[in-house]
């Protein structure tokens, strides 16, 4: 077996799951807010992200039932053109998530320079 290359890194995700283990919140359903955000419509955002309009919205329904709280206000589409954006709600839950995931991936990366498991293997050796 081959020596170890470059050093090595741990990575996590999270996600919040209701009781009933229902995906409320993730790093995917965080990049469809963070679309529909950019882009200003659940089709555009669907697109953007080569997924049908259905699942994204069927995802964002379910997010906003197991939520209890609407995070996106929708305008009707047709041919004067339709539109979502985030609500107050939406918006801190993006922001909050957000400082989540940073504080979790610096907490994750301390606990693993403090394991026996940490290398720090120089390139090249």
């Keep these: 077996m081959g020596e170890p290359r470059g050093k090595f ?10 009781d009933r283990g229902g995906v409320v919140l993730g790093p995917g359903r965080m990049r469809m ?12 955002a669907a697109k953007a ?9 069927a995802r964002m329904e379910s997010t906003e ?4 709280e609407k995070l996106l206000v929708r305008s009707a589409g047709g041919s ?6 985030l609500t ?13 995931e940073k ?5 994750v990366s301390e606990l693993f320079k403090a394991s026996p498991l940490y290398r720090d293997v120089p390139d090249g050796e």
């Design 80 to 85: 004067h053109g339709g539109g979502s954006e």
């Design 9 to 18: 890194a741990i990575r996590s995700k999270i996600w919040l799951e209701n």
């Design 49 to 57: 992200m080569s997924m049908s309009f259905r699942a994204l919205w």
């Design 65 to 68: 039932k197991r939520m209890g």
């Design 103 to 107: 504080k979790a991936e610096k907490a």
């Design 88 to 100: 107050e709600a939406g918006k801190a839950l993006v922001r909050d998530f957000r400082e989540l």
């Design 33 to 44: 807010l963070a679309a529909i955000e950019e882009h200003g419509s659940l089709n555009a």
